[in-house]
Each structure stands twice: as C-alpha cells, then as structure tokens.
C-alpha cells in the first residue's frame, strides 16, 4: 500500500469526516466513558484524520500507536496529536507482520485502509487482534 500524498490525503479528510457513522462514533464514545485512559492502535494512519475525528470522544489520557508506511505521513500524524498524548510511531509495511504493528492496546482504528486490502488481509487483521 503505498502512494498517498499529505495534500490529497487533506483534500480527502472532511468527505471522510462526514462519512463517519455517528451511532459508531457515539458507540465508541460510550465504550470509553469513565474509563481513566485509552491505548489506541491506528494502523494505516496517514496524518491522522482518524485520530483528529475520534480523540475528542476518548478519555483525556491517551496513548496513540500510528502505523503507516510512510514517515513523512507519520511525522504529520504525530503532530496532530492531542495536547498530552503519548504517541508513538511504527513504519512498516501492514502486509506483514500486522501483530507487531497492533501491539497491546485497548482499541484498534483504522478508516480507508479497509478499502485498499483483501479478503485474506482482514481475516488476518482478526486472527491478530484475538492474539493480545
């Protein structure tokens, strides 16, 4: 997966925004009210329009693991990090070894990557996740 530049990825973000499902997002929002903080996994994250979208409805303690192929897309992502959060970064290439790019975490995000990957790629998305 490869190929998406920080200017297209900006134009794409507010049609990305609009998209998002408000009963998952207030889902998730519920799923974290009260707790002291969130751990996230963002695989595929570009320069973090899921991270700008989804950490308003988080605990304030966040920890943010951004995952994408690209540094320069990576860097942009850690900028758009909320005041305080811990972020981490991990180049790699999400065909591979996908449990070390989840790590431990308590939820994993991700948005237009699921468009761009195959059938087999989400069953071993799963298998990860049923792993930590």
């Given amino acids: 997966m490869s190929g998406f530049s920080a200017q297209w990825l900006a134009l794409r973000e507010p049609y990305d925004r ?13 799923a974290f009210a009260g707790a002291p903080a969130v751990t996230v996994t963002d695989l595929g994250c570009g320069t973090g329009s899921t ?45 591979g070894d996908l449990d070390h790019a989840i790590g431990a975490c308590d939820l994993v995000a991700t948005s237009a990557l699921l468009d761009l990957v195959s059938a087999a790629w989400l069953d071993r998305l799963v298998a990860s996740m049923t792993r930590l």
């Fill in 18 to 30: 609009a998209a998002r499902n408000g009963a998952v997002l207030d889902a998730l929002a519920a």
């Fill in 51 to 95: 991270l700008r979208a989804i950490s308003p409805l988080l605990p304030a303690r966040q920890s943010w693991r951004l995952v994408d192929h690209d540094d320069a897309l990576l860097a942009a992502a850690k900028k758009a990090a909320p005041a305080g959060a811990g972020v981490v970064t991990v180049a790699t290439d999400l065909a």
